[in-house]
C-alpha cells in the first residue's frame, strides 16, 4: 500500500513508487557501482533509495523539509545518501565535489528548464543526465530540424549533448496523476563541434529563433546582424534566403555560428 504523503501541487510533487520502473530509470540512466549519483527532487526517496543500492554515492536535494524526517530514514539505512534539505537553483554545485558524476532526476515540470540550464553551466562535471519530464518537452530535447517541435532548446542541447528519449512514462505511474504523460530523456555530453564562446551560441540561437514565422535572415537582421554577412554565409551553407530557422541543422548552426563570428 503507498503511504499517503500532504502533496504539495505548488511544488509539483508527483512521486513514483513502482519498484520496476524505479529500476528502470537507475538502468536508463547508466548508473554504476563506482558512480556518484546526482538526484535532484527526492520526493518521497524511492528512487533515492535504487539509487544507493546501485551506486557509490548519492547526494539528493529535496525543497520540502516536511519530508525530512522520512528521508533520514533513507540516510540512516544507506550511508552513502547525502542529504540537502534546500532549493537546488540557490546550491553552489562547485562545493559538491562532483567529479566524473551522473544526474538522475525527477524534476518538477516548472523548473525543468532551469534546472538543464544550470546543470549545462558545470557540464564538465558530468558523465550524463538523464531527466524525467513532461513528454512533450522531452520531444522538444530531442526533436530534429523540420519538425514543429525543433527550437531553441533543440539546438542548444544537442549542440553539447547526444539527447536520446529513453522510454515513455504514463501518468498513471505517478501519485498524484499528473495531466500528461511523462518522458525520460538522457543528455550525454560529446564534443562534436568547436563552440569558442557558447554564450554567444546560445544568444545567436536565441535571436535566430526569435520569431519563428519570420526568416533566418529577417530575425537576426532585426537582431542587429549584418544582412550581407548572414547572405554570405548562408550561401557558403547552401541555404536560401528565404530559410527558415526551424530548417537548419544544429551542425549547420555551429557553422553559421562560426562563420558570422569572424
Known amino acids: 500500500m503507498k503511504e499517503k504523503f500532504d502533496y504539495k501541487k505548488s511544488l509539483g ?8 520502473l524505479l529500476n528502470a530509470i537507475a538502468r536508463d540512466g547508466l548508473v554504476e557501482k563506482n558512480d556518484t549519483i546526482l538526484e535532484i527532487g ?11 543500492q546501485n551506486a557509490k554515492k548519492v547526494i539528493s536535494f ?10 533520514n530514514l533513507f540516510a540512516h539505512n544507506y550511508p552513502n545518501i547525502e542529504f540537502y534539505f534546500n532549493d537546488f537553483m540557490q546550491a553552489d554545485i562547485e562545493k559538491l565535489h562532483l567529479e566524473n558524476a551522473r544526474v538522475v532526476a525527477n524534476i518538477p515540470y516548472y523548473i525543468t528548464t532551469p534546472i538543464i540550464f544550470k ?16 513528454k512533450e518537452v522531452a520531444y522538444r530535447f530531442a526533436s530534429q530540424c523540420g519538425t514543429k517541435e525543433y527550437g531553441i532548446t533543440s539546438v542548444i542541447l544537442q549542440s553539447i549533448f547526444d539527447v536520446k528519449i529513453t522510454r515513455i512514462v504514463a501518468k498513471e505511474n505517478f ?12 543528455l550525454v555530453p560529446h564534443n562534436k563541434y568547436k563552440i569558442n564562446d557558447f554564450n554567444a551560441f546560445k544568444e545567436l540561437i536565441h535571436k535566430s529563433f526569435a520569431m519563428r514565422r519570420k526568416t533566418l535572415v529577417n530575425n537576426l537582421v532585426k537582431a542587429t546582424y549584418d544582412k550581407t554577412e548572414i547572405l554570405s554565409a548562408l550561401n557558403q551553407l547552401n541555404y536560401p534566403a528565404t530559410i527558415r530557422p526551424e530548417q537548419i541543422s544544429v ?5 553559421l555560428y562560426n562563420l558570422l563570428k569572424k
Open 42 to 52: 527526492a520526493g518521497a526517496g524511492t528512487l533515492t533509495e535504487i539509487l544507493a
Open 251 to 255: 551542425e549547420d548552426f555551429i557553422k
Open 62 to 71: 529535496e525543497i520540502d523539509k516536511s519530508l525530512f524526517e522520512r528521508l
Open 175 to 186: 501519485t498524484p496523476p499528473p495531466k500528461i504523460d511523462s518522458a525520460l530523456c538522457l
Open 119 to 134: 546543470l549545462i553551466a558545470h557540464i564538465n562535471k558530468f558523465k550524463s543526465i538523464l531527466v524525467l519530464i513532461q
Open 13 to 20: 510533487q508527483n512521486f513514483l513508487f513502482d519498484k520496476n
